[in-house]
Structure formats: structure tokens, C-alpha cells
T-cell receptor, first 112, second 109 residues
Framework: NAGVTQTPKFRILKIGQSMTLQCTQD?????MYWYRQDPGMGLKLIYY???????DKGEVPNGYNVSRSTTEDFPLRLELAAPSQTSVYFC???????????FGDGTRLSIL | EDQVTQSPEALRLQEGESSSLNCSYT??????LFWYRQDPGKGPEFLFT???AGEEKEKERLKATLTKKESFLHITAPKPEDSATYLC??????????FGSGTQLTVLP
């Protein structure tokens, strides 16, 4: 079983560039999430979705956008990359909001 | 505001030396307390969910317990393969997981 798949695994961007981080899950989960993880900090929620067509902001949404056109896919868009967005990004999914979340292996993003 | 604090930040144990990791939480309307294991370069891997004070869950050398203010992850006779970062997260009335910053466990052979 693939679970939650994130691409790319690594990426280096220049300041001001844009990119999309891809996330897909094959568990038919309703909920999907995007987190960022910085050294010494806990995971911070960027955006989440409770189902196709429905998204909502998390704790740190500024500088990011998401869409959820299908149950399986939840891409994260960075429009104008800034050095503060250098981080490791994790996508996760769960069947319901109070159920365990299953994580992908992350995208390591550096903005130079 | 929901808060989760884990201690210690790092812990080094000899193989077979049992210990406990602490997770203190301030969450309104706790809906669940989650423990995850994270290996370097990987995403968090789910271990346990605890829903009410007094509840305990066990898996191999790990046992998680929950009180109204804290959760503990007890590690009995650890092995080097138990080395990882252990994350605690609380799900409250805000309907979002609040994560602690983790405890980095190293078990020496």
C-alpha cells in the first residue's frame, strides 16, 4: 500500500519563484493536511481539507494556497518563495478529524 | 490557545535502561492524545491514541498512559532500534492537532 505520497522529495528554489508540492493518498480518507516542520519546533498546520472542494486555514497559512478537487489529491502552492519558507513539508490524511493521521515522507524545500 | 510541551528534549539511554517521556498538554475539550515516532528523513508514524484519563495502550516495549494534564510514554528495556524522535499531539475543540516539539531518544548498545 502506498499510503500518502509526496513529490518532490527535495527542491531548491530561488526567492520569488513559485512551485507546487504534490500530495496524493490512496486510503480514501476524507481529511487531508499540510504541515511544516522547522528544527526544534513542532509540526505547524498550514492548511487542511475535510473533503473535496472544502479547504480551511491552519495556524500558519500566509504565503501558501491549496486546492482539493479530488478526494485523493491535495497540492500545496507557494506563489512567491521567501527564505522563511525553507522547511520540511509534510502532507497527512485521516479518515475523520479525530482519527490518527497518516503522514508522507516529506518534501525538503530550500529557498535561496 | 492549545499548548503541548514535551520533556526532555533529548534522552540518551543504555540498552535495557527503562525510562519515560513526558507530554504536558493544555487543551480545551480533549478529543484525543496521539503519540508518533519519527525516524530521520521520514514522516511521523502513528503509535497510539488515548482518549480519556486513566487509559493505557501498549505495543512491544512501549506503553502510553494519560492523565487530565499529562501523558507518558514508558519505554521498557529499550533497544537501539527504538532510537527516534517521539512526538506527542493533542486534538482539542479547535479540531486541529497541536504538536509538541518532540523528544529525541538515543539508545546506546
Amino acid at each position: 500500500n502506498a499510503g500518502v505520497t509526496q513529490t518532490p522529495k527535495f527542491r531548491i528554489l530561488k526567492i520569488g519563484q513559485s512551485m507546487t508540492l504534490q500530495c496524493t493518498q490512496d486510503m480514501n480518507h476524507n481529511y487531508m493536511y499540510w504541515y511544516r516542520q522547522d528544527p526544534g519546533m513542532g509540526l505547524k498546520l498550514i492548511y487542511y481539507s475535510v473533503g473535496a472542494g472544502i479547504t480551511d486555514k491552519g495556524e500558519v497559512p500566509n504565503g501558501y494556497n491549496v486546492s482539493r478537487s479530488t478526494t485523493e489529491d491535495f497540492p500545496l502552492r507557494l506563489e512567491l518563495a521567501a527564505p522563511s519558507q525553507t522547511s520540511v513539508y509534510f502532507c497527512a490524511s485521516s479518515l475523520q478529524g479525530d482519527q490518527p493521521q497518516h503522514f508522507g515522507d516529506g518534501t525538503r524545500l530550500s529557498i535561496l | 490557545e492549545d499548548q503541548v510541551t514535551q520533556s526532555p528534549e533529548a534522552l540518551r539511554l543504555q540498552e535495557g535502561e527503562s525510562s519515560s517521556l513526558n507530554c504536558s498538554y493544555t487543551v480545551s475539550g480533549l478529543r484525543g492524545l496521539f503519540w508518533y515516532r519519527q525516524d530521520p528523513g521520514k514522516g511521523p508514524e502513528f503509535l497510539f491514541t488515548l482518549y480519556s484519563a486513566g487509559e493505557e495502550k501498549e505495543k512491544e516495549r512501549l506503553k502510553a498512559t494519560l492523565t487530565k494534564k499529562e501523558s507518558f510514554l514508558h519505554i521498557t528495556a529499550p533497544k537501539p532500534e527504538d532510537s527516534a524522535t517521539y512526538l506527542c499531539a493533542a486534538h482539542g475543540s479547535a479540531r486541529q492537532l497541536t504538536f509538541g516539539s518532540g523528544t529525541q531518544l538515543t539508545v546506546l548498545p
